[in-house]
């Protein structure tokens, strides 16, 4: 089967996927990812290679530089790409991004400038840091399970992930009792506090949103290009500029509906998926790391009983290896 007749899908990783040191293989070696770092320099106002090689002040964890960092990254990472297969360069069937992701996926759709993205995650993350409250806790429970609890304490649904990975977010005390009622209730499931400076994707971010949307609303955002995936629907993004304003809007205040939107992907007949930025794993070198999606990405495969090839294109060998692969099935 050759490139033009597969369906390739690509994806970016959201919040927690940072790391020192990030983009630093990318910077030595392609032109096109030093050129998205000066963009996305001059569009902040401070040196993006710095804070992410370096991070001299320990403000990379931080939502309000986080955002900006990642986005940066993916960019990076996809111009990368695109820059080894020239005139090849691959146009997706299907793009989506997971919470802050989805920009990234919005700038590939051909609805977002580069700038615009940045400026705009930027802003995202000052307001969700300086409006946010609380904390995340990410669940093996199902959804039903894990709303009954929430509920109870106050709390909500930040992310459903898969169809036993539940996201739980809310108020620090109301999520500590949680956790420990959900320990004695269900001591086979586990939960895993999340790097976050806030309740993500509830209503704790609703002022952080109501100011986000002036925000939104000075942004010229352009017609859709690719097909992109809403986290706030689950389904395909209207191609429409308002549309797609709101649906931002209402994400920040929302469930990442992460499965919802796997499940839209299969149903396009996506059989090839490409990951784009960031890295998790223990080790410090960009080479060390794996893709962050990768793990939710072919269980929600597995659980529809489909296959696709999974390209990770998250560091300079994975970059390189991904061009070789492309090139040769062209």
């Excluded at 997706?92 to 400026?119: F, K, M, N, Q």
């Excluded at 086979?188 to 925000?215: D, Q």
């Excluded at 962050?292 to 696709?308: F, P, Q, V």
Aim: with cysteine.
């Amino acid at each position: 089967m050759s490139e033009i007749e597969r369906k390739v899908f690509f994806v970016f990783p959201g919040q927690g996927s940072q790391y020192r040191g990030m983009g630093g293989d990318l910077l030595e070696e392609f032109e096109s990812a030093r050129e998205v770092f000066e963009r996305s320099s001059d569009t902040v106002g401070y040196d993006m290679a710095k804070l992410c090689l370096h991070d001299p002040d320990g403000q990379l964890d931080l939502t309000r530089y986080t955002q900006p960092a990642l986005v940066t990254h993916q960019l990076a990472c996809l111009a990368a790409l695109q820059s080894l297969l020239g005139d090849r360069a691959i146009v997706p069937a299907l793009t989506a991004g997971h919470s802050l992701g989805e920009y990234s996926a919005l700038v590939v759709a051909g609805a977002l400038r580069v700038e615009d993205a940045i400026a705009l995650v930027k802003r995202r993350g000052e307001l969700m840091s300086e409006f946010g409250e609380g904390s995340m806790l990410a669940t093996t429970l199902d959804l039903s399970t894990a709303t009954a609890l929430a509920d109870k304490y106050f709390c909500g649904i930040g992310g459903c992930n898969l169809p036993e990975q539940t996201v739980i977010a809310g108020q620090d005390l109301d999520l500590d009792a949680l956790a420990a009622e959900m320990a004695a209730l269900y001591p086979r499931k586990r939960a895993v506090r999340l790097r976050t400076e806030g309740a993500f994707h509830t209503y704790l971010m609703v002022e952080a949103a109501r100011r986000f949307r002036e925000v939104l609303d000075e942004v010229e955002f352009g017609p859709l290009e690719v097909e992109t995936l809403s986290n706030y629907t689950g389904g395909l993004h209207d191609a429409e500029p308002r549309a797609i304003r709101s649906r931002l809007f209402f994400q920040l205040f929302n469930p990442v509906r992460w499965y919802a939107c796997m499940e839209t992907a299969l149903e396009k007949g996506v059989d090839c998926i490409v990951e784009f930025g960031g890295g998790i794993g223990p080790g410090e070198a960009p080479a060390d790391k794996r893709p962050n999606l990768e793990g939710m990405m072919k269980k929600a495969l597995k659980s529809k009983s489909r296959d696709a090839e999974y390209v990770p294109a998250i560091n300079s060998g994975g970059i390189q290896a991904a061009a070789e692969r492309f090139l040769q099935g062209a």
